[in-house]
């Protein structure tokens, strides 16, 4: 079974720092290229950003460009998301994502979801 567990979420006051992880299992991890998503009360879920499987090519939405970087552990079959510079705006439930592929080809292709963490950052 298939399971990507998200974690590290929580209240922060802008400005500040979170850093998501998001463990897999049951996949042959290093097959998967992984991307994270949020979405905010009333709004449809977005694109955040998304790694290749070996890690490189890393892409951001311009809403998080310069503030979040994604990351990904290959031996620890984590991916992560460190995001600075928070914004209120950034509050949102974050779910990461894998597609079975060497890149990240759009949210039509994506195969498993995690569960969500929650993030809300406070003015």
């Known amino acids: 079974q298939v399971q990507l567990v998200e974690s590290g979420g929580g209240l922060v006051q802008a400005g500040g720092s979170l850093r998501l992880s998001c463990a897999a299992s049951g996949l042959t991890f290093s097959r998967y290229a992984m991307a994270w998503f949020r979405q905010a009360p009333g709004k449809e879920r977005e694109f955040i950003a998304a790694?290749?499987?070996?890690?490189?090519?890393?892409y951001y939405a311009d809403s998080v460009k310069g503030r979040f970087t994604i990351s990904r552990d290959n031996a620890k079959n984590t991916v992560y998301l460190q995001m600075n510079s928070l914004k209120p705006e950034d509050t949102a439930v974050y779910y990461c994502a894998g597609e079975r592929n060497s890149y990240y080809s759009g949210p039509g292709g994506i195969d498993y979801w995690g569960q969500g963490t929650q993030v809300t950052v406070s003015s």
């Open positions: 790694v290749n499987r070996s890690g490189g090519n890393p």
